[in-house]
């Protein structure tokens, strides 16, 4: 992908100018996953962020010595562990592609020479981190105040995608449910 590709990306959520995306576009590698790839493991310290071009990224942790989908990435989302990354600590959590996938990758490093090159990106990064932190807030309270079937329905009506992309055990672990559990909310919402 050459710089031009990636501007015409860009543009397509950011306000930066063509000189300012010039400036900013060597920043970013860009890299293809095949599928069940690990780009992060747990206890790892995170040094890169990825922005996905084409498919699926999961962020999960592990309890007990199972594993506990915590958010799946897809299009035009930016994807990594960010407490780690932002805070040069090991991750809590594991990132693997679930479909082979074309992404941005913007390391650490990069990061840090692109805040002195060019300040503007430190808003645009802000705006990413708030953007991740709003979904996470509202998963968060979710599972505080929705029953299983209901966080399966706000998945259903917010991004219906993911159940033809995933797995359903990832999915029943996303919902914080068993697979069983999974099978018998989705039969009675089938019913309704």
């Not at 543009?11 to 780009?39: A, C, G, H, W």
């Not at 082979?100 to 990061?111: F, G, M, P």
């Amino acid at each position: 992908m050459n710089d031009q590709d990636k501007i015409r990306l860009f543009k397509q959520f950011t306000d930066f100018n063509d000189r300012e995306l010039r400036v900013i576009m060597p920043y970013f590698e860009f890299k293809i996953f095949k599928k069940k790839s690990i780009l992060l493991d747990i206890g790892e310290v995170s040094n890169e962020v990825f922005y996905l071009i084409k498919g699926c990224i999961r962020l999960y942790c592990e309890k007990d010595g199972e594993e506990l989908s915590t958010y799946f990435f897809t299009e035009n989302m930016f994807a990594g562990s960010y407490d780690s990354f932002l805070s040069q600590q090991p991750s809590k959590v594991a990132i693997e592609t679930l479909e082979d996938c074309e992404v941005l990758v913007l390391s650490h490093k990069s990061q840090e020479k692109l805040y002195k090159v060019f300040p503007k990106m430190n808003e645009f990064i802000r705006k990413a981190i708030e953007q991740r932190f709003v979904l996470l807030h509202d998963l968060f309270i979710s599972y505080l105040l929705n029953s299983p079937e209901e966080r399966y329905l706000m998945l259903i009506k917010d991004r219906p995608e993911l159940l033809q992309r995933i797995p359903q055990h990832q999915i029943a672990s996303f919902l914080g449910v068993t697979r069983v559990s999974l099978s018998r909310i989705r039969n009675r919402v089938a019913k309704k």
